[in-house]
């Protein structure tokens, strides 16, 4: 359904409205989305603190940023998701 209704906003066709939004999930933050960037930011710093006491701090600085890229990814979809309900109550 989220394919045919993005579908419709990049063609600017008619939107559905704020009450299909919120009862679908689609306003308010997401209690799973939380976790998933909380487990992404502990798996990266404990695999980073396992190649630093293995001497490959190169490794582990390259581990930690691919984890920020993924989070900041996490971040833009979300950011992209708020954008497109606020165009959608405002009818922009």
Do not use: C, H
């Amino acid at each position: 359904m989220w394919s045919v209704w993005l579908a419709g906003v990049m063609t600017q066709q008619k939107r559905p409205p704020v009450s299909y939004l919120l009862s679908k999930g689609a306003v308010g933050v997401n209690i799973d989305i939380i976790f998933r960037i909380a487990g992404i930011g502990i798996l990266i710093s404990v695999l980073s603190i396992v190649l630093k006491q293995a001497k490959k701090e190169e490794q582990a600085e390259m581990l930690t940023l691919a984890g920020v890229v993924v989070v900041l990814i996490i971040v833009v979809q979300l950011m992209n998701q708020l954008f497109t309900v606020v165009r959608s109550v405002f009818n922009l």
